[in-house]
């Protein structure tokens, strides 16, 4: 019976029901090894909004706590690819309207070059970032009249649609109308398509740069055009100093044969209270073959109140 009894028990095991393992979740399987108040404070950074502060967290808790640090980083890469998603979702299921911000412009100022003149200046700015499309469009008003007599009279609307390849590369064409008659021209249109790059992108910094073929139609003051084909290029460079300061550079080069212009812009914004910031800029023209009895270079100064929206 003894020996019967030993024959038989693997078999009698191979039948008997073996409970399962029991189910492990990731969190146990996984315990959590970041200290509390790493966590504690990484929590707060995500909770804030900013990615800024999520990374600069991120980098000193896994420098504070070495054997965290892969946790840390998955934390971090979890919550950025969420926000992204959610970013993206909202670009896509907004409206045209819906995503549009803007600024205006109203203030004072002073020119010197082929005018030296004061006088009051009103600007207005709009762009709608789309998930695929991006518009831009900007309006400039110059005026100045002393004794009755127009002494500075200035105006642009410029048009730029962009057609993002992928989240650095983009496709642009570039509308722009000018009026400047005590530059030497009654009307210039200009027009451009290329490409464009976002060469640095970061929390506090932006540079985007572009470069194409352009058209150029001047009308000038002595009743003369000029058509010529050409190459833009573009620089647009914003830098966030601290929270409410912005130092902005912009720069555009129309080189053609006859007559090449350059233009720059620096710009100094300080944020004073809601929508309301003061801005400073300086301009700066230069027209390689100006007309006869105009000289190269015009700059001017300004000082504005900008609401933005």
Do not use: C
């Amino acid at each position: 019976m003894r020996a019967a009894l030993l024959f038989l028990s693997p078999l009698l095991l191979a039948n008997t029901d073996t409970p399962p393992p029991p189910t492990v979740t990731p969190a146990q399987a996984e315990p959590a090894t970041i200290p509390d108040p790493i966590k504690a404070m990484l929590d707060a950074a995500m909770t804030s909004g900013s990615e800024a502060e999520v990374q600069t967290i991120a980098k000193y808790a896994a420098s504070a706590a070495p054997e965290s640090a892969e946790a840390i980083r998955r934390i971090a890469g979890a919550w950025r690819e969420a926000r992204s998603a959610a970013a993206t979702r909202t670009l896509q299921d907004s409206g045209f309207f819906d995503l549009v911000r803007g600024r205006v412009e109203l203030g004072g100022f002073y020119t010197t070059g082929n005018t030296s003149n004061v006088g009051l200046t009103l600007a207005a700015d709009a762009t709608r970032e789309g998930f695929q499309w991006r518009h831009k469009l900007r309006l400039l008003a110059d005026y100045q009249e002393s004794l009755g007599i127009t002494t500075r009279e200035r105006y642009v609307a410029a048009y730029e649609p962009n057609y993002k390849i992928d989240d650095r590369l983009y496709v642009y064409g570039a509308l722009q109308y000018e009026a400047d008659r005590f530059l030497g021209y009654v009307s210039r249109y200009s027009g451009s398509a290329g490409a464009g790059y976002t060469a640095l992108r970061s929390p506090r910094m932006t540079l985007d740069v572009e470069l194409g073929p352009s058209f150029r139609r001047t009308a000038f003051t002595d009743l003369t055009e000029e058509n010529e084909l050409g190459v833009r290029g573009k620089l647009d460079f914003d830098w966030r100093l601290a929270n409410g300061l912005t130092l902005s550079q912009d720069a555009s080069a129309y080189v053609q044969n006859l007559n090449s212009t350059l233009t720059s812009r620096t710009a100094l914004a300080a944020k004073l209270f809601g929508p309301l910031s003061a801005s400073m800029s300086y301009a700066v023209s230069y027209e390689s073959r100006p007309p006869i009895r105009r000289v190269n270079t015009d700059t001017t100064s300004r000082a504005s109140l900008v609401y933005s929206f």
